[in-house]
Every structure is written in C-alpha cells, then in structure tokens.
C-alpha cells in the first residue's frame, strides 16, 4: 500500500500534530506514506513529521487558490502513484475526492472539526460518497459526522487521536509557597475562548497567589491584551508558540481550557498526560475525560463566573492539584494508551487493504 496522507497545512498544532503518531501505525502495518501539504502556512508541524523520517511535498502556495491547489495535488499524486489517499480536514478533503475519483484510487478522510462552516458542511454532504471510510478524530465528532453528513455506519469508524505516552515528561508538584502555575495551549482564536478566560480571571477570588500563562499565537493577541489592561489583570502572561509543548506543561500546576468548540482537543489531553488537573469548557471529547471533582471541573463554554468559581476553588486547595493530576494521568493513559491507538489504526488499515477500484461508495 502508498497513501498519499493529504493536509491542509504543516503549521503547528491542530490536525497536524498527530501525524507522526498516525503515520508511525500505518507504517507499522506495512503501508509506505507519504504527506502532501496544500500551503505551508507557518511550517511549524514539518520539522516532527520530517523527525519522524515521513516523506513531506508542501505546495508554495496561498489558502485560497483552490484551482491551483487542485492541479498541484493531482500532479504530484500522479508521479507518487499512491493506492490509497487518507485526507485530513475539508480543503484538502474536497479537493483530494477531486483527484481521486479522476485517477481511480479510494479515498479515506478525518473529521476533526466539532463546527464546520455553512459553505463546507454542504460541500462534504455532497461529496460524502467520494470518500470510502469516514474517520472521526474523537466520539464527540464520530457522532457529528453521521448527522451533519449523512455518513452510513458502514463508511464511518473512530479512531482517537492521541497517543497517550506512558513515559513522558511530568509536571513538578505544586510546593507551599510557590504561586500556583496555571497554564493553557492553544491558537489566540475566538474558538479556544480566551476573551472568557481572561474576563473570568476578573472575577477569580483567592487568597492563593497564581499566574495563568497562555502559550500561543494568533491574530486575537492585541485584543486580548487590551481586554486584561481594561479588566485590570495583572496575573496574565502570553508566552507566545510553546516549541516544546511536554516542557512547557511540565512548569505548570493547573491546565485550563476555555474553548467555545473542540473537538478531541489534544492539548487537554496533553496537560493530563503531564499530570495536571483540568479546568475545562463541557465541550467535545473533553465532557468525557475530565472526571469532575476528581481530576479536574468543567464548566459551560461562554461563561465566564462558572469559570472564575471553578478556578477560585481549586486555588483555594493547591495541595490537592497534585493527587488530582495523577488521577487525571491515570485516565488519559487508561483511555488513550499506545496499545489502543496502534490497535485502532492497524483495524482501519486492514479495512482498506479491501477496497478496490470502481464506484467510492461500493
């Protein structure tokens, strides 16, 4: 087997993050991969997947030269002459059917996304019969896309996407003394919702000193900043692109997470893993990880009093961060470990060592 792995981009974070995790089961299972990228956007996804020893084509292109795009992707898939193509994401999804259904190969494509656009639902509804199998990132989004699609069970499977690692690095309990570190990952985006976070920070009431670090970038910075300095925050800190996401998690007490959407969302995941408790929006995949009380609080997405009440709580006990990490560590590996991952993936690669040529939805 050659599949042509098909992204949107090889920017940092998002769906490109489990990628050299996805592709190490697929060519665990005897399959040759190979990433074909549509932009390169800011590229910082590529140097892990080139780590990893993957095979990446990024196109020097822009996000919305569609026809340019289509004709770079058929023709590099025509000298690489994949068997199968796996697409991730809707750009690369709808123009990866495209090439597809002309070249004669079948298709398999993720969804991520707990939202889609109005445009983009209509389009992968259309299309959805290109694609042989359907593969949702987490159950939350398995679910979305049998109804928002129309994907038949037969054509739709799960496979969660992160590996959880049972080795790696681990956060520093919190010591009496220490201001406790609460940290958080992710796109300065509207959907990650840190205009909620920062206005729940005005309303947090402790005694216990604290300081809450957001690494990322995005367009919402500025706005962001000019948000805490009318709020009157002074315990918020942007620490910009974290390159190493496990070391940055690893000087942190607490790991919060405000998003209005998610799907799996990796990073939450990532802080569990690190044995960290969790202060999190009720959304996607996260309901179903976080043990409220346990290894951390949820909270409705968009409110900021239920999140400064969640916070102001678990500020009150900072010894219990610690205990609450490790039962948090515990289920993540328990849910996400690399057995299950590597099982679920060789099941879906088996699945299409069956399909053959002809009509995508046969």
């Given amino acids: 087997m050659r599949i042509a792995y098909v992204i949107n981009s090889v920017e940092g974070g998002g769906a490109a993050s489990p990628v050299p995790a996805i592709l190490d089961v697929l060519r665990q299972g005897g399959a040759e991969v190979a990433v074909f990228a549509l932009t390169p956007r800011d590229r910082r996804g590529e140097p892990a997947m080139r780590a990893a020893g993957i095979d990446v084509r990024v196109r020097d292109g822009g996000e919305t030269d569609h026809l340019a795009a289509l004709r770079w992707l058929d023709a590099t898939l025509r000298d690489w002459a994949p068997t199968h193509l796996w697409t991730s994401l809707t750009r690369a999804t709808l123009l990866g059917q495209l090439v597809a259904l002309r070249r004669g190969w079948p298709v398999v494509s993720w969804q991520h996304a707990a939202s889609l656009k109005p445009a983009n639902r209509i389009l992968l509804r259309r299309l959805q019969r290109l694609s042989r199998l359907w593969v949702g990132d987490s159950a939350t989004v398995t679910r979305l896309t049998a109804d928002r699609l129309h994907v038949p069970p037969e054509r739709l499977t799960q496979w969660s996407i992160f590996r959880a690692d049972p080795v790696a690095r681990q956060a520093t309990p919190w010591q009496p003394g ?149 039962a948090a560590r515990t289920r993540v590996l328990a849910l996400f470990g690399p057995e299950r991952f590597a099982a679920t993936g060789l099941a879906i690669l088996a699945r299409m060592r069956g399909f053959g040529s002809g009509d995508p939805a046969s």
């Fill in 178 to 326: 220490q201001p406790v570190r609460i940290g958080s990952l992710g796109r300065l985006h509207t959907v990650k919702g840190y205009d909620v976070l920062v206005a729940a920070l005005a309303l947090v009431e402790t005694t216990t000193p604290y300081e809450v670090v957001i690494a990322g970038d995005g367009a919402q910075r500025r706005a962001l900043e000019d948000q805490a300095q009318t709020l009157g925050v002074e315990t918020l800190r942007f620490a910009g692109y974290a390159k190493d996401p496990g070391a940055f998690l690893a000087g942190c007490h607490l790991y919060v997470q405000p998003s209005r959407s998610e799907g799996l969302c990796v990073a939450v995941h990532e802080a569990m893993q690190a044995g960290l408790p969790v202060v999190a929006s009720a959304v996607g995949e996260i309901s179903a990880s976080v043990v409220e009380g346990e290894s951390g609080m949820t909270v409705p997405p968009g409110d900021p009093a239920a999140l400064a009440a969640a916070l102001s709580a678990l500020l009150e006990d900072p010894a219990r961060l610690a205990e609450m990490g490790q």
